[in-house]
């Protein structure tokens, strides 16, 4: 277990730890300032009411994303030191406008938020509850440039042994941003919608406080249905873009070791790496073809084609990402999206005939979708990320290259044994804040009481 398995070990645990808590966060402050526009519309205390409950969770929510993306940070410097100084110049630029235009704007009106339920008129206090909102998905955005360059490389140029930016521009249009974007935006406000069914539905098996949950789940399944739909229409986009910039992550996907014309979609396949082959394979015949080109024929290049061409390009060595995992991601995550659209479509249809609040069975069905909604955004990012491989960034630096050249595996060991045990006591203070807060329910709305606010010691009643 060398220092570059170690480092990729480690930010992969930073990562995923901090990817369960962002596209919840930039779900709800959307679904949230909705809540409040539509108070300030209709004057019903109820809609106040539910920003006011879904806000709570999403402040514990928030405030973990935030620690656990800041540590992230630090690995650029200890393990990754020669990604920093040969990508520095580009990837620098997203990440401070990224703290300059969208984190300082989501905590200002985050505070404004907390504090000003009582301090501002309705319509202001939704003001900033929409800036709370554009805040945290602009700063998704700059996130995504920075990591779109690494996917698909724009507007640079190469001098000195480092990548320095010559388009601004290029880099705000890269196509792969474009696609990708919305997708996680849409994968968040699904993920928004399955927390928030979820949770009703967990209430109303209770028959806790039945009006505020039922209203709550109708919201939540019509969110999750509705951007599960978009997320899929964006998913088709993006892979026929990914065909065409990044073809070896969808022949990896696809487990497609030959060219095909037309290719299939493989359903199921017993993956031999080692051999290059599918020991057994259960396919749709041309189905991959018309994924990419709408049409049941169309060439899709195979492993095997596109690793001699990287081998031509690059010189000797194995440019192939691990296909097993991917194949099977790609899978989970479309295996959850249509279940998250099935039940909700189910959901919804029994909501309109007022039935769903007496289906036991749907109910907990709504519960137990919780999890999936997180199975499908860890699946997708890990096929974006490791898709990839082994490049760090696609064509120009390879994984193995970007590793700090003084960091010893002993130092890296003890960093990730240290952050792990600090995010288990996090994650323990979250989920019990969390639970204590479900468990309440939304008897009591206010989000911070006089007292609390004059000695500023805590943000929940």
């Known amino acids: ?231 899929a229409g964006v998913g088709h986009l993006q892979a026929r873009y990914i065909a065409k910039v990044q073809p070896m992550k969808l022949a990896a996907a696809e487990a497609l070791w030959e060219t095909a014309d037309p290719a299939p979609f493989a359903l199921f396949a017993s993956i031999n790496e080692e051999k290059q082959t599918n020991n057994v394979e259960l396919g749709v015949p041309g189905a991959l073809s018309f994924l990419v080109y709408d049409s049941f024929q169309g060439k899709v290049q195979g492993i095997k084609e596109l690793q001699s061409e990287m081998i031509r390009k690059f010189g000797p060595g194995d440019y192939v990402p691990p296909v097993t995992p991917i194949f099977w991601s790609f899978r989970l995550m479309v295996i959850s999206g249509m279940w998250m659209i099935g039940i909700g479509l189910l959901g919804w249809y029994l909501a309109r005939q007022n039935q769903l609040i007496t289906n036991r069975l749907v109910l907990k069905a709504l519960f137990w979708t919780l999890p999936v909604s997180y199975i499908a955004n860890a699946t997708g990012w890990f096929m974006a990320e490791a898709g990839r491989q082994p490049w760090l960034v696609v064509g120009l630096q390879t994984t193995t290259q970007g590793v700090s050249p003084n960091v010893t595996a002993a130092e890296i060991w003890t960093s990730m044994v240290g952050f792990t045990l600090v995010y288990a006591i996090i994650a323990a203070a979250a989920v019990y804040l969390a639970k204590k807060v479900i468990v309440k329910g939304a008897a009591e709305q206010q989000v911070v009481t006089t007292a609390a606010q004059t000695k500023g010691a805590t943000l929940w009643s």
Request: proline share 2%; aromatic share 16%; with cysteine.
């Open 1 to 231: 277990m060398g220092e570059a398995f170690l480092a990729r070990w480690q930010f992969g645990l930073t990562s995923t730890y901090h990817w369960l808590f962002v596209p919840l966060t930039l779900g709800l402050t959307v679904f949230i300032a909705i809540m409040e526009v539509i108070y300030v519309r209709t004057g019903n205390e109820m809609y106040k009411k539910m920003a006011q409950f879904w806000g709570k969770l999403f402040l514990i929510n928030f405030a973990m994303g935030v620690v656990t993306g800041i540590v992230q940070e630090f690995h650029f410097g200890m393990n990754w030191s020669e990604y920093s100084r040969f990508m520095g110049d580009i990837f620098g630029a997203p990440l401070a406008l990224e703290a300059l235009t969208a984190f300082f704007l989501e905590s200002t009106f985050i505070g404004i938020w907390i504090f000003g339920w009582d301090r501002l008129s309705p319509r202001l206090h939704a003001t900033a509850a929409c800036l709370v909102a554009f805040g945290t998905n602009l700063s998704a955005f700059w996130i995504l440039v920075a990591n779109s360059f690494m996917q698909h490389p724009v507007g640079f140029a190469l001098r000195n042994g480092r990548a320095e930016m010559t388009d601004f521009g290029a880099l705000l249009t890269n196509g792969y941003v474009l696609h990708q974007f919305p997708h996680v935006v849409l994968a968040g406000l699904t993920t928004a919608g399955a927390f928030i069914a979820a949770i009703s539905a967990w209430q109303l098996l209770r028959k806790s406080q039945v009006e505020f949950f039922h209203t709550s789940l109708k919201f939540g399944v019509a969110v999750m249905v509705v951007s599960a739909v978009l997320v």
